[in-house]
């Protein structure tokens, strides 16, 4: 696609219920980032793939988050046990390959609220 | 101390004025940085990089770079209302060439 693409737009959930985010990157891009913004801070890095696997999870804030990118292609991230903290836009960016010279070019976020 | 500090504003100039964003960075081997601007309930968009010391100008941008100082700018000449927005600074932390850490951000007001 012409972007990088994020669905849904917006998602409300219950607390303890678990929720998928997908991303959808820049066709032949292949690093992908995602990234949680909370009001008023800058994006907080979550975990990046090249390719298939990941090459960096340090940002997960703990193990109810998960990621996956099974054909190196769209992303899912998967969060459990959903609480009212985990509330926040999520962000998924991609760039052409890893290492950051090229910057990277962000979805237009989830926005996920956890009530 | 945070790794990229940015004062949060907000900046106000007036039309036609000189905007100048700062931001300071802890890590001396960090390489790369960057400026996204975030309008209100949108995702951040890359406007400009830099990776050495000295000037980088793009149309009405420059960027600014002292690697001694750990100082990051961005100049905005002719400012528009359309440049109203959140300015974050980022920077690849040394050790970490994949990722971006980003500064809390500082708004822009740009004052008809």
């Known amino acids: 696609g012409a972007g990088v693409s994020q669905t849904p737009s917006n998602k409300v959930t219950e607390k303890g219920k678990y929720v998928e985010l997908r991303c959808d990157p820049i066709s032949g891009h292949t690093a992908l980032y995602w990234y949680r913004q909370s009001l008023g801070q800058g994006p907080e890095f979550l975990i990046y793939?090249?390719?298939?696997?990941?090459?960096?999870d340090s940002g997960l804030p703990n193990d109810r988050f998960f990621a996956v990118r099974p054909e190196g292609s769209v992303s899912t991230l998967k969060i459990q046990r959903t609480e009212r903290g985990d509330s926040a836009v999520y962000l998924c960016a991609s760039s052409p390959q890893t290492g950051t010279a090229y910057g990277y070019t962000f979805g237009s976020g989830t926005r996920l609220t956890v009530v | 101390q945070k790794e990229v500090e940015q004062n949060s504003g907000p900046l106000s100039v007036p039309e036609g004025a000189i905007a100048s964003l700062n931001c300071t960075y802890s890590d001396r081997g960090s390489q790369s940085f960057f400026w996204y601007r975030q309008y209100s309930g949108k995702s951040p968009e890359l406007i400009m990089s830099?990776?050495?010391?000295g000037d980088k100008e793009d149309g009405r941008f420059t960027a600014q770079l002292n690697k001694a100082s750990q100082y990051v700018s961005l100049l905005i000449r002719d400012s528009q209302p359309s440049d109203s927005a959140t300015y974050l600074c980022a920077a690849s932390l040394s050790g970490t060439a994949s990722k971006l850490t980003f500064g809390t951000g500082t708004r822009l007001q740009v004052t008809l």
């Open positions: 793939f090249q390719g298939t696997g990941a090459a960096d």
């Open positions: 830099i990776y050495s010391n």
